[in-house]
Nanobody
Framework: QVQLVESGGGLVQAGGSLRLSCAAS????????MGWFRQAPGKEREFVAA????????AYADSVKGRFTISRDNAKKTVYLQMNSLKPEDTAVYYC?????????????????WGQGTQVTVSS
């Protein structure tokens, strides 16, 4: 079991950067695959990035490849999403999620635990 709390969201101009953090509690964090999802107003929640429990396997949505980087520090029980070259269309509430699985999934149904979300707003 794991509890997740996101932070690091805010308002940034287009072209800027933000780093989101997701702090986890629970002794089994290191064995969970982690994912980031986002939901813009009026739109469905969509996959952003995911990382395996050991950090050896990552997956990204095509819309963020080359701009976003997911990483994790199991000693700190934290997963990060470094977001560079932000665009107005990146504006959304960003959620982190944990999946008790060896595999990395890109669908929200696969994830067992969710954070409360953090707002990212990119202005033009």
């Amino acid at each position: 079991q794991v509890q997740l709390v996101e932070s690091g969201g805010g308002l940034v101009q287009a072209g800027g950067s933000l780093r989101l953090s997701c702090a986890a509690s629970g002794r089994t964090f290191s064995r969970y695959a982690m994912g980031w999802f986002r939901q813009a107003p009026g739109k469905e929640r969509e996959f952003v990035a995911a990382i395996s429990w050991d950090g050896g396997n990552t997956a990204y949505a095509d819309s963020v490849k080359g701009r976003f980087t997911i990483s994790r520090d199991n000693a700190k029980k934290t997963v990060y999403l470094q977001m560079n070259s932000l665009k107005p269309e990146d504006t959304a509430v960003y959620y982190c999620a944990a999946d008790n699985s060896i595999l990395v999934f890109t669908t929200q149904e696969a994830y067992d635990y969710w954070g409360q979300g953090t707002q990212v707003t990119v202005s033009s």
